[in-house]
């Protein structure tokens, strides 16, 4: 399997619409071929093709209404500032950095997991979309563009939406695997350079360490290993260099990794699958991570149905999941999505590897989470969750700092008297 090649992801892609112009040309006459009333994707996280919409923004005027489709932002992007007319937003991931277009009544969500997104944006999806503006890298040796920091959410797309609408950045790393692309892959392209958006590391405080700590205690050698961004995430990357032999099967990667594979502890010679390499469909972090992954044989960045997909996951060497949550039931029902009643997130892909996981020999999900919010005013191990992100059944093991709660197949009683054993001591009654 060549670093240099994408084709053995084609089985896991949406179809391709075909040969395009793949003409580089100037702003104006790329933004002019977006029609009034369009639903657009744009790239997101570290992808936001932030000078491109730049553009969009001051050509505002050409439209009545433009919708604006995108998953996780990671910062609050100009455009967000500019909610109302002709603007009007749609996220599958809900969050603070898009609190001003929420208060002005301009963002919806879709309640999607990655997996499904494949067979969302496409022609013949649920929600397609009429154009697609994300960043690519500049072109390689071999004369094609990369997505650079972000495959996973828009390699679909890009493959199949009527129009799609490159900015080409030096900034941008190449990457390999599923998002290098031809130039006949692109309807127009246009060279804008500046800096990529960041994801600066989360430092973890006592209660984040105290979590890790017994969290990595769980993960064995040669794991398979999946877990997102934060806090947490960052306390355990510095203990999990004692493993050895761990692999990467990830829907995002973060800084953290790097110093896994410089610490020995990551080599990915284990898994199952793709041995040599770490797979992924985004990166989330800072300049040292791009620059890390820039035409690094290490990284394969993959489409939502193999980073996601349960045929796939269900095949990993000792997958195993680590999430977050913001509340859990004292029966197991993960809440990841809203805080009373109000969206904070979406479902993400954190259904989708808790599935893997236990459909994987060997297999482990966790939801981490501090016991208590609000300076230790609220408990996040409660009677019942307002929203049902994964369900008790699916859940295997939840770790606060006060312990483990091991939960899969064991009888109610069982699972409350485990949760209130790890619930903040000022709540457990409350859990009877």
Not at 4 to 33: C, H, K, N, Q
Not at 404 to 411: D, I
């Amino acid at each position: 399997m060549s670093a240099e090649t994408s084709t053995d992801f084609e089985p896991y892609l949406a179809p391709s619409r075909g040969e395009r112009t793949g003409r580089r040309v100037e702003i104006a006459t790329a933004l002019a071929s977006i029609g009034d009333g369009a639903r657009v994707y744009i790239g997101n996280a570290c992808s936001v093709p932030l000078q491109l919409l730049d553009e969009v923004i001051a050509e505002r005027g050409r439209w009545s209404d433009l919708e604006i489709v995108f998953g996780i932002q990671v910062a609050e992007i100009p455009l967000m500032k500019h909610a109302g007319a002709p603007f009007r937003f749609t996220t599958l991931q809900p969050n603070p950095n898009l609190r001003a277009a929420s208060e002005a009544g301009a963002v919806t969500a879709i309640p999607a997991r990655i997996s499904d997104v494949p067979t969302l944006f496409t022609p013949f999806g649920v929600y397609p979309v009429d154009a697609v503006l994300v960043q690519v890298s500049a072109p390689g040796p071999e004369g094609r563009f990369s997505l650079g920091t972000s495959t996973g959410m828009a390699i679909d797309a890009v493959r199949s939406a009527p129009l799609v609408i490159a900015q080409v950045n030096q900034e941008m790393p190449y990457t390999f695997g599923a998002g290098e692309l031809r130039r006949d892959e692109f309807d127009y392209l246009v060279e804008m350079d500046g800096p990529l958006v960041e994801l600066k590391r989360a430092p973890p405080g006592p209660v984040e360490e105290a979590i890790a700590e017994q969290v990595v205690a769980l993960v064995p050698d040669e794991a398979t290993l999946q877990f997102g961004i934060g806090a947490v995430p960052e306390a355990m990357s510095a203990r999990l260099g004692q493993r050895r032999d761990l692999g990467m099967h990830s829907g995002m990667i973060s800084d953290g990794v790097i110093e896994l594979v410089e610490s020995g502890a990551l080599t990915d010679r284990r898994k199952s699958m793709d041995r040599g390499t770490m797979i992924t469909g985004e990166l989330m972090g800072t300049r040292r991570l791009f620059d890390w992954a820039h035409r690094n044989p290490l990284v394969r960045m993959a489409p939502p149905a193999y980073t996601h997909g349960l045929a796939v996951l269900s095949r990993c060497h000792r997958f195993t999941a680590i999430n977050s949550a913001v509340e859990v039931s004292q029966y197991g029902d993960v809440n990841g999505e809203s805080i009373a009643g109000r969206l904070i997130s979406g479902p993400g892909g954190q259904p989708d590897f808790a599935e893997g996981a236990l459909r994987c020999a060997e297999g482990l999900s966790i939801v981490a989470l501090p016991s208590t919010a609000a300076a230790g005013k609220v408990s996040r191990i409660v009677p019942r969750v307002d929203t049902v992100t994964v369900p008790r059944h699916q859940v295997d093991r939840v770790v606060t700092e006060y312990g483990v709660a091991a939960l899969h197949a064991r009888p109610l009683p069982d699972r409350a008297a485990a949760m209130r054993a790890i619930a903040h001591p000022d709540f457990r009654a409350s859990l009877t």
